[in-house]
């Protein structure tokens, strides 16, 4: 299984709702990673989980949660977001050996709308 | 300066003929250089690595780097329209093992 598998692919929410990003991957990788994606643009970086601890964010709005229950899963919770926030949520994995090959391998993201 | 800097295109070259992107960074420690593809509302595609001076082909692909010029480019060669997507040059920092820094990217469009 060489597959990034994130759910749902398109979600629209209000600005009050809550909801979650899911992530999953059965590589053995053990770090996982959230980026943003703009239209246009390239993807931003939010957050970093290395063997399930948070090891970056990127100075990332509170509305946006993440959560790493396990090596294998990702979650990132939504709260009170903002109309700016809609864009493409890509979920990535890598080994974690941190030498000079780690290689991120991206599923294939959640178009998010927020109304 | 930005980290990674690309020509955002838009590039037009035939089919047939070789495409060339180019990619310049700052941080002169940076290690591993990485090339995506994007086709539109999809996500990226690793497509190409490279972690020492030179040439590194697969298939008709070939990543050079340059790191005394700081310098990463991506050849494609016999170019296709399927080849027509979005380029982006990633870079991990020294600083930040964790961190791939992207380039804005470079949209290709391959000419039938």
């Known amino acids: 299984d060489t597959e990034v598998t994130q759910t749902p692919k398109h979600l629209v929410m209000g600005m009050t709702n809550k909801k979650s990003l899911k992530c999953e991957q059965h590589m053995g990788h053990r770090a996982m990673y959230w980026y943003k994606q703009k239209a246009k643009k390239p993807p931003e970086l939010m957050f970093v989980y290395s063997y399930e601890k948070l090891s970056i964010n990127e100075s990332v709005p509170s509305r946006f949660s993440p959560e790493c229950p396990n090596s294998s899963l990702l979650n990132l919770h939504l709260h009170a977001l903002q109309p700016e926030d809609s864009a493409l949520y890509l979920c990535?994995?890598?080994?974690?050996?941190?030498?000079?090959?780690?290689?991120?391998?991206f599923g294939s993201g959640t178009q998010l709308s927020v109304l | 300066q930005k980290e990674v800097e690309q020509n955002s295109g838009p590039l037009s070259v035939p089919e047939g003929a070789i495409a060339s992107l180019n990619c310049t960074y700052s941080?002169?420690?940076?290690?591993?250089f990485f090339w995506y593809r994007q086709y539109s509302g999809k996500s990226p595609e690793l497509i190409m690595s490279i972690y020492s001076n030179g040439d590194k082909e697969d298939g008709r692909f070939t990543a050079q780097l340059n790191k005394a010029s700081q310098y990463v480019s991506l050849l494609i060669r016999d170019s296709q329209p399927s080849d027509s997507a979005t380029y982006l040059c990633a870079v991990t920092p020294r600083s930040v093992a964790q961190k791939l820094v992207f380039g804005q990217g470079t949209r290709l469009t391959i000419n039938p």
């Open positions: 990535a994995s890598s080994p974690a050996t941190w030498e000079n090959n780690e290689k991120l391998f």
């Open positions: 941080d002169r420690g940076s290690q591993s």
